[in-house]
């Protein structure tokens, strides 16, 4: 089992940023993909970006240019650096990770941005 716990949400005004931190523990051997997810009221769940145990990242296309995702393996926490937040950015974000073809979820921080 892996758990996952995310940190850093909050309510900041729209050109602000935050910082999300999700750290993980329990059975991490073999630990391959950790990523962002989004869920806005009323939507589906969605991918914000990802990365890779080698580094390699993708990014939601509504994203691109205003997060960062990083990765300490060393402490095994993954990052979301926020910036330029925009009210539409406001959800639950939930971290993920992908151990063998399974993925793990954390329980959610909320992100309010206001105009």
């Known amino acids: 089992q892996v758990q996952l716990v995310e940190s850093g949400g909050g309510l900041v005004q729209a050109g602000g940023s935050l910082r999300l931190s999700c750290a993980a523990s329990?059975?991490?051997?073999?630990?391959?993909?950790m990523g962002w997810y989004r869920q806005a009221p009323g939507k589906q769940r969605e991918l914000v970006a990802a990365?890779?145990?080698?580094?390699?990242?993708n990014y939601a296309d509504s994203v691109k240019g205003r997060f960062t995702i990083s990765r300490d393996n060393a402490k095994n926490t993954a990052y979301l650096q926020m910036n330029s937040l925009k009210p539409e950015d406001t959800a639950v974000y939930y971290c993920?990770?992908?151990?063998?073809?399974?993925?793990?979820w954390g329980q959610g921080t909320q992100v309010t941005v206001s105009s």
């Open positions: 993920a990770a992908n151990k063998l073809g399974r993925n793990y």
């Open positions: 329990g059975s991490i051997f073999s630990i391959n993909a």
């Open positions: 990365i890779t145990s080698g580094g390699s990242t």
